[in-house]
Nanobody, 126 residues
């Protein structure tokens, strides 16, 4: 069974930074696509940043473009999300997701992923 374990969330002041990590473990797992999503209570899960394993394709939502950076360490099956210039509206539960068959056009679609982390809360507040 594949597990995705997130870490790095917490409370940060507006304008501050955080780094989220997502490590895949379990049976041998070579993902094709991996991404970060976020969800507020009562709202749908939305894509934040997604990437193919090769790094040939990386996409960001308009709301985080230029502030967040997704990176990968494929040897460790680990993905990171660097969150800079945080705003109160970035407050959400952040989830990482991975899939070993996903195609590029499906990367931003939450329903296309088979594996999910449990979520990591990020709170931006003064």
């Amino acid at each position: 069974q594949v597990q995705l374990v997130e870490s790095g969330g917490g409370l940060v002041q507006p304008g501050g930074s955080l780094t989220l990590s997502c490590a895949a473990s379990g049976r041998t797992f070579r993902y094709a696509g991996m991404g970060w999503f976020r969800q507020a209570p009562g709202k749908e899960r939305e894509f934040v940043a997604v990437s193919r394993r090769s790094g040939a394709v990386t996409r960001y939502s308009d709301s985080v473009k230029g502030r967040f950076t997704l990176s990968r360490d494929n040897a460790k099956n680990t993905m990171y999300l660097q969150l800079n210039s945080l705003k109160p509206e970035d407050t959400d539960v952040y989830y990482c997701a991975a899939d070993h068959r996903i195609i590029t056009s499906e990367l931003p679609t939450p329903g296309a992923y088979d594996y999910w982390g449990k979520g990591n809360e990020v709170t931006v507040s003064s």
